[in-house]
């Protein structure tokens, strides 16, 4: 139905979750088997961790506190560590310093969506913070990235100074939170289909394939 708009995945993630990151690869995998639809892709804030200090906490202690210690995270990270070996991710845990409250991460993330610039945004925190060790708590590592995105990076410092846009984000948490996620990724297609978790590339194909041949005007799954 060429006359249709575009079928929209909404992704709710947080940018320290590994498994996002994992889930955004298969999910790009999953568009790339389906080149005959048009897909919109946007992303919502979710909070692993809401109760980490606005400038994160050191890494290990973290750790220690979530996990019992660097061994048993170390063992709970093999398991991601090949998953993201697959998808062509080469997550370097030991590079990570600061456990970020990613609140800030997801502030860049809503300015990114008018310049159209969200999923390149998202890649590269996901990069920045799993691959290269980045403090996503600090300012100036955002800034950065949303000049090496193309945003109005001094805007974005300007931005990040106030409290713009945090009750939107602590609102639409919790309106996740009202819909039953309880752990992310969470996929929502076309405002009726919700897939928990980064599935494989194929589930995710067949369920953009059957939410565009069942689609109607009506939507009972609405994401702000």
């Not at 995945?9 to 995998?29: F, H, Q, T």
């Not at 692993?48 to 050191?58: F, I, R, S, V």
């Not at 925190?125 to 590592?141: H, I, M, P």
Request: proline share 5%.
């Amino acid at each position: 139905m060429a006359d249709q708009p575009p079928l929209t995945v909404d992704v709710i993630s947080d940018v320290m979750c590994p498994w996002c990151y994992i889930g955004k690869r298969r999910l790009e995998k999953a568009i790339r088997q389906v080149p005959e639809l048009s897909i919109e892709v946007r992303w919502h804030p979710f909070q692993l961790d809401p109760a980490l200090p606005h400038q994160g906490k050191d890494r290990e202690a973290y750790l220690n506190e979530k996990f019992g210690g660097p061994a048993k995270a170390a063992a709970i990270y093999d398991r991601v560590s090949a998953a993201g070996a697959e998808e062509g991710i080469s997550f370097a845990f030991n590079k990570i310093r600061v456990s970020p409250n990613t609140l800030d991460s997801h502030r860049l993330i809503l300015w990114s969506r008018a310049d159209g610039l969200q999923d390149d945004v998202v890649e590269r925190l996901f990069r920045a913070y799993f691959v290269e060790g980045r403090d996503l708590s600090k300012a100036s590592t955002l800034v950065d990235i949303s000049a090496e995105a193309g945003m109005e990076s001094d805007l974005v410092a300007q931005l990040l100074e106030t409290d713009s846009d945090l009750a939107k984000l602590r609102s639409q948490i919790e309106q996740a939170g009202g819909m039953g996620v309880t752990g992310v990724p969470f996929f929502i297609i076309d405002g009726r289909f919700a897939i928990a978790g980064a599935e494989s590339p194929e589930t995710i194909a067949a369920a953009l394939l059957h939410a565009d041949a069942t689609r109607t005007a009506d939507e009972t799954m609405t994401v702000n």
